[in-house]
């Protein structure tokens, strides 16, 4: 009996159809030399200046293959701007170059409590008029 199902089974599964070879995929519609072999070439950059809020930076890149070239700069807390720019050639790695323009400004110092304060102690404490003792239950 065992052989019998054993059979069957063997027989089903030559008997299923095999899977289709021409199941679609991107890339047969499109060859793979149009995804992967142009080289990436851009040039792009913004910059922000609000006056308001006191923001300022920007950036700029510009990329033909494997070689990059940019800059972006921003405006720091004590009122420097930090401009960085850098270079990508390959596989070099990324070098990049900081300069400082401007000069560090840091506002006077001003304590932010009173140093005059006199110690006062506390009014004590004084029970509220009317009240006796409480009662006491057996």
Do not use: C, W
């Not at 069957?8 to 890339?27: D, G």
């Not at 142009?38 to 809020?53: H, M, T, V």
């Not at 596989?91 to 304060?117: C, F, H, M, W």
Request: aromatic share 16%; net charge neutral.
């Amino acid at each position: 009996m065992k052989v019998v199902i054993v059979l069957s089974l063997v027989m089903a599964a030559m008997a299923a159809p095999s899977i289709p070879t021409n199941i679609y995929s991107p890339a047969s519609v499109y060859p793979s030399a149009f995804f992967f072999k142009a080289p990436p070439r851009y040039n792009y950059g913004y910059s922000i200046n609000d006056d308001f809020s006191g923001n300022n930076f920007g950036h700029q890149e510009t990329r033909d293959g494997y070689d990059t070239k940019g800059s972006y700069s921003v405006q720091l807390p004590d009122g420097r701007i930090q401009l960085v720019t850098y270079t990508v050639s390959g596989d070099s790695g990324y070098l990049a170059e900081v300069k400082y323009i401007g000069k560090a400004r840091y506002p006077a110092y001003q304590p932010t409590y009173n140093s005059v304060t006199a110690f006062r102690p506390l009014p004590a404490f004084e029970s509220a008029p009317g009240f006796g003792p409480l009662p006491i239950y057996n």
